[in-house]
């Protein structure tokens, strides 16, 4: 799948409040790139992963999944869009506290209405390393265990792209590392596109694409 942005803008807040969180990004995302987005606090990248997801729509610019223009689609076909193309990952996992690491993994299906392909968990789990934990809840999981299930998650309805916010940024060196090991062995196995939000630069030089946001301006790395 091709995903294009084009010139993207989100403008929050009016007169003194008014904030450009987001100025006319564009950006060319195509199947099994690995992308990395830097900036500080505040720059805009939580805002520019939630547009090129389709959580949000912009002020003004266009987005395109295979030339198709998602902000066309009504609130409901968009989510529902999401749940089958798009797997998220956030730094504070959002796992469901009561529900096992299993429930957890598939509840994205069980909101389609679908169910799990038991031999694609299986493989999941196993390339995850977390088989022997699917019946365990979150918090009997470590904080890499329980970034892994959501990385899983993000995963089970076979998305063309995982967009991750920050997926080490509450994690401790290691595990972070494991982490960012894991989701690019998975993305690559998978032939999954991987945008991730980072800001560790550790994090952002393994990805083959690097794009620095500053003061909401998109810019990538080492492009003309
Ligand atoms: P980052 O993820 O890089 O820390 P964000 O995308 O979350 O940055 O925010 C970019 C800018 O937009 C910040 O100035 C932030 O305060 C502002 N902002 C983000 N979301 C909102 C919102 N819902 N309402 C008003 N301002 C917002
Ligand atoms: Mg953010």
Redesign the pocket.
């Known amino acids: 799948m091709n995903i294009e942005a084009k010139e993207l803008s989100?403008i929050?807040?009016e007169g003194e409040?008014r904030?450009?969180?987001?100025d006319r990004a564009s950006l060319t995302i195509t199947p099994g790139d690995f992308l990395s987005i830097m900036?500080?606090?505040?720059?805009?990248?939580?805002?520019?992963?939630?547009l090129l997801s389709g959580l949000d729509r912009p002020t003004s610019g266009r987005l395109l999944y295979d030339g198709r223009d998602i902000y066309g689609l009504s609130d409901r076909e968009l989510s529902a869009f999401r749940r089958r193309r798009i797997g998220f990952i956030f730094q504070q996992f959002h796992l469901l506290p009561v529900l096992t690491a299993r429930e957890n993994i598939i509840m994205p299906l069980l909101l389609d209405r679908r169910q799990p392909d038991e031999a694609y968990l299986g493989r999941l789990a196993g390339l995850l390393g977390i088989q022997e934990r699917l019946t365990h809840l979150p918090h009997e999981l470590s904080g890499g265990q329980q970034q892994r299930v959501a990385i899983a998650r993000a995963l089970i309805a076979r998305p063309d792209v995982i967009f991750a916010?920050?997926p080490t940024g509450n994690l401790d060196s290691r595990s972070g590392g494991e982490v960012m090991e894991l989701l690019k062995t998975v993305g690559k196995e998978m032939g999954k596109a991987l945008v991730v939000?980072t800001?560790d630069s550790r994090v952002a030089a393994q990805a083959a694409r690097r794009l620095t946001?500053v003061d909401?301006v998109l810019s990538e790395v080492g492009a003309e």
């Open positions: 989100k929050y807040g409040n904030v450009t969180a987001l900036g500080p606090s505040g720059s805009g990248k939580s805002t520019l992963l939630h916010d920050e939000i800001h946001i909401g």
